[in-house]
């Protein structure tokens, strides 16, 4: 698939991402990646958001 049929591909409303629930978390936790800049970033970064996306009871059945 060439570069140009991917975007024929995404999700129409994407406007979820603008939601200040989520560019908060996804904010705080990439100014945290750049603070502690870590060897395996991606890992680090996907284990800090399942650690601050959760409320308090999900968070308990999560991790």
Request: proline share 6%.
């Amino acid at each position: 698939m060439s570069k140009h049929n991917k975007k024929n591909i995404l999700h129409p409303d994407v406007t979820y991402l603008l939601d200040p629930r989520v560019t908060d978390v996804i904010g705080q936790g990439l100014a945290t990646l750049c603070e502690e800049r870590p060897n395996n970033p991606v890992d680090y970064l996907a284990k800090w958001l399942l650690k601050h996306s959760y409320s308090e009871n999900e968070r308990a059945q999560v991790i």
